[in-house]
C-alpha cells in the first residue's frame, strides 16, 4: 500500500468543500493530504505525528472519500517516460502509464455554462461565505463562458484566502475541468 498514489473522489470533494458526511476531524485532516500525487508513504510520514496510520488511509478508501490511482508498477513506468528521449516513437505506451486525467462528459455551451453557474454559486457560499459577496454578484451578471474564466483568478485566491492552499487547488482543479482547461 505504500507505493499507492491516491486521489479523491466526487464524494471526497464534497467532504471537504461542504462538511456533508461529517468526517471525524482526524480523517479529514487526511482527507485534505490526499492529492493524487503523493504515494501513501509519503503523506504517511507527514501525518504520522498527529497519530494516523494506514488503517486510517484505508477507513477513507472503504468509506468511498479516496480512490487508487496508481500502485507501483504505474510508478515505475512515470520514472521510465522521464528518461525516454521526447522523439521516441512509442507514444501511446507513455500515455498508457500515466494515470488517467478525470474527464467531465461532454457538454453542450449551455450545459458548460450551467454547470460552472452551479459550481460557482455553490463552492461561493461553502467555501468563502459572506466575504464572496462581490464574486457571487460577478457570477449573476456572467453571460457567457469567457466571463466564468475571467473569475477564476479572483474565485482561486479568494478560496485560498479563506481556506488554504490545499482546498484552493482542489477547488481549481475541478473548475479547470469545467471550463475545459
Same mark, same amino acid.
Given at each position: ?87 521516441? @516513437?512509442?507514444? !501511446? $505506451? ?8 478525470? %474527464?467531465?462528459?461532454?457538454?453542450? #455551451?449551455?450545459? *458548460? ?12 457560499? @461553502?467555501?468563502? !461565505? $459572506? ?8 457570477? %449573476?451578471?456572467?453571460?457567457?463562458? #469567457?466571463?466564468? *474564466? ?32
Amino acid at each position: 500500500m505504500n507505493a499507492s498514489v491516491y486521489d479523491k473522489t466526487e464524494k471526497g470533494r464534497e467532504e471537504i468543500t461542504t462538511r456533508k458526511y461529517q468526517l471525524a476531524s482526524r480523517l479529514r485532516t487526511l482527507l485534505v493530504m490526499i492529492d493524487g500525487k503523493q504515494t501513501a508513504a509519503e503523506i504517511m510520514k507527514k501525518v504520522a505525528a498527529l497519530g494516523l496510520t494506514e488503517q486510517n488511509l484505508q477507513e477513507l478508501l472503504e468509506q468511498e472519500f479516496i480512490i487508487e490511482i496508481a500502485a507501483q508498477a504505474d510508478i515505475d513506468l512515470d520514472i521510465t517516460e522521464s528518461s525516454t528521449p521526447a522523439n521516441s @516513437s512509442e507514444p !501511446g $505506451l507513455i500515455a498508457a502509464a500515466k494515470s488517467p486525467e478525470p %474527464e467531465i462528459p461532454a457538454m453542450t #455551451d449551455a450545459e *458548460r455554462f450551467q454547470a460552472l453557474y452551479n459550481f460557482y454559486n455553490e463552492t461561493i457560499k @461553502s467555501a468563502i !461565505g $459572506l466575504r464572496g459577496y462581490g464574486l457571487q454578484l460577478k457570477v %449573476e451578471r456572467a453571460g457567457n463562458i #469567457d466571463d466564468f *474564466r475571467a473569475l477564476r483568478q479572483a474565485y482561486v485566491e479568494a478560496v485560498q484566502k479563506a481556506k488554504g492552499p490545499e482546498m484552493a487547488r482542489s477547488l481549481s482543479d475541478r473548475l479547470d475541468l469545467l471550463l475545459g482547461k
